[in-house]
């Protein structure tokens, strides 16, 4: 038997949960070469940590005995960084030694500590929390550590980024110096090897992946869009892929609240977390996620942290993370334990160098492609509704109203009035700013409609802020067409050039003829051949006279030009 080599109640747990063989980390831990250690183990995320310390410390609690003693002082305590993530192992660890009758308490921030501190009198073997309330029940002399025989600590990179480091000193030097210490992290940087050397004697180093072999589940693809359209890209992605559930990464809650807002009133069903929820909110949302209520979730990178949702297929970074780390822990939330998962980095033109640089860090090998146009996605809307009717069921109930429906109308008219019932259910996708630069992997390619295009200038640009977000607005407007009628947009550090199609020309030089006098200053006029790529060149440094206001420059092209009263 795979895991004939631990305690009988526990391999029994374990074969009962379904498992058939230990992941590699889970295998790694339980050889006679790792009985007793301390461990140093390095592991892919989503690869089965929690487990593979619940089977490590089995023997080490039990102690030579065949059953647990009464509960009493803990034996065992893990540290989390995040209340989730404590939860969490709380709920593994409870099926994994429920055979043996074990007590597993949690102690974590946002719960009512009077009801911890009543648990841990009532005796308990396994203790699960984060550093924080930890360190509280400590000084509060609820949790009394001399007991211990084993010590872990679970995702110990991510805590030492959150600063936690003071506080796991703290807890750590309060143990007894004969325990037992796990040390489980998805990264191995140099401030977890100095805590390891400090805190661990002679530690078996365990890395059952190389990087990588970490990312071989995970479908990385990356896209560059004008800063505008990044709301809009999360949108086309999010209707593109149709996940049955997906995480959306944000730096900030305000930028959280924001996206947030934005794709509900766009008709996805989504929750939030980030660090200003209570702990019942937070439940509240991870279960609408479980139970498919909710099918997109919005996160900072901290409120996210060790969540293991079920089913979760996409994972989008709406905002660039801050090092290859952030990016490892935040992309693992997919492609977990065997399953495949795709991961979208969504940077903003100016920042696509950066974010080809945190690939790199990261080892990382993504495929840079276009965000999903809205002809893409009713394309790929259309194919999931013919491969969803392969697998309906048809009652006779059915077959008689279909019978009556055809009585009224054609076979076409109805297969038809269901296509449009069926896309009106879903959110309509967003139409993007076609300002990109060109790639330079590629030559510049026209889009359709504008192999034959006359380009036209006005007299705003980049030292006026000129920014597309409120050009094509007034192109527009002084023009009389639509977004889809202004072609390639090049801003220069004095004047913009853009293109219409030849077939609209004439009718965009009348229109802005006849709406000069609301132009509040702003000359479009037809610009002759086509210009140079666009100059993205840093302005020229200009001294400023003393006491100068600094800041964007001033003047009636700041923002978009208002219209005169």
């Not at 002082?73 to 074990?102: F, M």
């Not at 896209?223 to 049955?244: C, G, S, T, Y």
């Not at 959110?427 to 295009?453: H, T, Y």
């Not at 100059?535 to 923002?559: I, S």
Request: charged share 30%; with cysteine.
């Amino acid at each position: 038997m795979p895991f004939s080599s631990l305690p009988r109640p526990v391999a029994e747990a374990i074969t009962e949960r379904g498992y058939t063989a230990p992941t590699p980390v889970q295998a790694a831990v339980i050889t006679e070469e790792a009985i007793g250690r301390d461990l140093l183990v390095s592991a892919q995320t989503g690869s089965g940590k929690t487990v593979a310390y619940g089977l490590a410390m089995a023997d080490t609690l039990l102690g030579g005995e065949e059953h647990l003693p009464r509960a009493g002082e803990p034996l065992a305590l893990v540290i989390a960084p995040t209340r989730e993530l404590a939860l969490q192992v709380q709920r593994e660890l409870q099926w994994l030694y429920a055979k043996l009758g074990a007590r597993v308490a949690s102690c974590v921030g946002g719960m009512n500590i009077r009801v911890e501190q009543r648990n841990l009198s009532y005796g308990c073997h396994i203790v699960v929390g984060t550093p924080g309330r930890l360190k509280d029940h400590l000084e509060r002399g609820n949790l009394q550590p001399g007991s211990l025989r084993a010590v872990v600590l679970d995702e110990a990179d991510e805590m030492l980024d959150l600063g936690f480091r003071e506080d796991l000193e703290e807890i750590l030097d309060l143990t007894p110096p004969e325990r037992r210490t796990l040390l489980f992290s998805a990264t191995m940087p140099k401030p977890i090897a100095m805590l390891a050397k400090r805190y661990q004697r002679d530690a078996l180093r365990i890395q059952t992946t190389s990087e990588r072999e970490s990312h071989a589940d995970i479908d990385y693809r990356a896209m560059a869009v004008a800063p505008a359209d990044i709301q809009n890209a999360v949108v086309n992605v999010l209707r593109f892929h149709e996940a049955k559930g997906a995480m959306v990464f944000c730096a900030t809650r305000e930028n959280v609240r924001r996206l947030s807002a934005t794709l509900t009133e766009r008709g996805f069903s989504a929750v939030t977390l980030s660090g200003e929820l209570s702990q019942n909110e937070r439940n509240h949302a991870l279960q609408a996620l479980r139970d498919r209520r909710a099918r997109v979730c919005i996160a900072t990178d901290v409120a996210a942290r060790g969540i293991d949702l079920p089913g979760l297929e996409l994972v989008i970074h709406a905002e660039l993370p801050i090092n290859p780390e952030t990016l490892q822990h935040r992309s693992g939330r997919t492609g977990r334990a065997g399953k495949k998962g795709t991961c979208v980095l969504i940077a903003p033109y100016q920042r696509r160098r950066h974010a080809e640089r945190l690939l790199r860090a990261a080892n990382v090998q993504a495929t840079w492609e276009s965000v999903p146009s809205a002809e893409q996605i009713l394309a790929r809307d259309q194919e999931r509704l013919i491969e969803s009717l392969a697998s309906v069921e048809i009652g006779d109930e059915d077959r008689e109203a279909a019978a009556k429906l055809l009585e009224m109308r054609s076979a076409e008219d109805i297969a038809a009035a269901f296509i449009r019932a069926h896309r009106q259910s879903l959110p309509a996708p967003e139409d993007l700013i076609d300002s990109a630069p060109a790639p330079r992997e590629r030559e510049q390619v026209a889009r359709p409609g504008f192999e034959e295009a006359v380009w036209f200038r006005i007299n705003i640009g980049r030292n006026d802020n000129a920014d597309p977000r409120w050009l094509l607005p007034l192109l527009c407007r002084r023009g009389h067409l639509t977004k889809r009628d202004i072609g390639s947009i090049r801003i220069f550090a004095d004047e913009t050039r853009f293109e219409v199609p030849s077939a609209l020309a004439a009718k965009f030089k009348d229109a802005v003829r006849r709406t000069a006098e609301d132009g509040d200053g702003v000359a479009i006029e037809a610009a002759g051949d086509a210009p140079p790529p666009a100059d993205r060149g840093r302005r020229p440094y200009q001294a400023r006279p003393t006491g100068e206001r600094r800041g964007p420059p001033r003047g009636p092209h700041r923002g978009p030009p208002r219209r005169r009263s």
